[in-house]
């Protein structure tokens, strides 16, 4: 009777650990897309600020071609390309705005990294047109295969570049942020590399950058998730996140993608 009982006591506490599990993935679940919140919020602003201006040069063109129209009976070929551009740039903000919405939808997919990257940082120097300049891009030339989700690269790229720029903030213009991606080689996978000449991290606050709702920034200015979200997302995609910092000097937070093996057909 007594091994009996042992054994659904067993079963009892098995079954207990896996459901704290699956609770335990749905609360990280849920801070990332409170992350991708509040990316989104920014973004929005940001948004809404370009879209002014793109409806401006909509009336403007408009009245060109009205203008034409009365004078000479004519269609003004000017205008008409200006209404044009001012379609591809709200089609443009449509997409970036899908993309950072979209989120857990997107599946897994066979990606040049580069793509999400170039995306974010279009997305960051839309979003701090004051520090846009800050922002330096190197990455290679020929596409870096990794099966990834888009968007979650996209808002792990986001949220690193954001807090190297905030860490920036206040530091004369010559401090830079550098988004860098290397090609795999013998020890590591893809490697994204994103550092600042910023105001570095403290001791005491190292060991806890990638807790939820940890931030060293003021009120109303974080959120606190933004590195657990990027410790998050590359946990699910197999990555692994290093970080190097020096206090005054600034950090650099590194991302090692697992190098995509070729199937012999691939290869061939």
Not at 17 to 35: A, G, H, I, N
Not at 84 to 100: F, M, P, W, Y
Request: glycine share 8%; net charge negative.
């Amino acid at each position: 009777m007594g091994e009996v009982e042992a054994r659904v006591q067993l079963d009892t506490e098995r079954a207990e650990r896996q459901r704290l599990q699956r609770e335990l993935s749905r609360l990280r679940e849920q801070l990332v897309r409170t992350d991708r919140l509040a990316s989104l919020g920014t973004l929005l602003g940001a948004i809404a600020h370009d879209l002014g201006n793109i409806a401006g040069s909509y009336r403007l063109y408009m009245e060109v071609l009205e203008q034409d129209v009365a004078e000479q009976g004519l269609s003004s070929r000017q205008g008409l390309l200006g209404l044009a551009k001012v379609g591809d740039e709200i089609e443009r903000h449509a997409e970036n705005l899908s993309t950072l919405c979209r989120g857990q939808e997107d599946g897994v997919a066979l990606l040049d990294l580069r793509a999400p990257i170039e995306n974010a940082v279009a997305l960051v120097r839309r979003t701090r047109v004051s520090a846009a300049e800050r922002v330096l891009v190197q990455l290679p030339e020929a596409p870096l295969l990794v099966e990834v989700q888009g968007a979650r690269i996209e808002q792990l790229v986001l949220n690193l570049v954001l807090n190297a720029i905030d860490a920036c903030e206040g530091l004369p213009a010559d401090r830079s942020v550098r988004v860098m991606l290397d090609a795999a080689d013998e020890g590591h996978g893809h490697a994204l590399k994103i550092a600042d000449d910023g105001c570095g991290i403290a001791a005491e606050d190292f060991l806890r950058i990638f807790e939820p709702s940890y931030t060293t920034k003021p009120p109303h200015r974080g959120t606190g998730l933004g590195l657990f979200a990027v410790a998050q997302i590359a946990e699910t995609h197999g990555a692994t996140v290093q970080v190097v910092s020096e206090l005054g000097r600034g950090s650099e937070f590194r991302v090692f993608f697992p190098r995509r093996i070729e199937k012999p057909s691939e290869a061939s």
